[in-house]
């Protein structure tokens, strides 16, 4: 029997509150932090439901080495 995602709470909640709000991401970040808090605590891989919050991470990164004058090695 497969694991329950660890994240599935969270991505639901993500998701009630988008639908709440006409889909507008700022009136939901607390909601949003609270995901990228979850995701953050588990490998990479470990949750289906934080698999754009992983590429988000990665693209944050790529943004704030390029700002510093560091060329980030291309995944």
């Known amino acids: 029997m497969p694991q329950k995602?660890?994240?599935q709470k969270?991505?639901?909640?993500?998701?009630?509150c988008l639908?709440?709000?006409n889909y507008l991401?700022?009136?939901c970040e607390a909601v949003l932090q609270e995901m990228r808090?979850?995701?953050a605590q588990y490998p990479k891989g470990r949750s289906i439901c934080?698999?754009?919050f992983e590429k988000e991470g990665r693209e944050r990164e790529k943004l704030k080495a390029?700002?510093?004058?560091?060329?980030a090695a291309p995944q």
């Open 5 to 7: 995602d660890p994240c």
């Open 66 to 71: 390029a700002s510093n004058g560091i060329h």
């Open 10 to 16: 969270q991505a639901c909640e993500i998701q009630k």
């Open 37 to 39: 808090r979850c995701c």
């Open 19 to 21: 639908q709440a709000n």
């Open 50 to 52: 934080c698999s754009g």
């Open 25 to 27: 991401e700022a009136r």
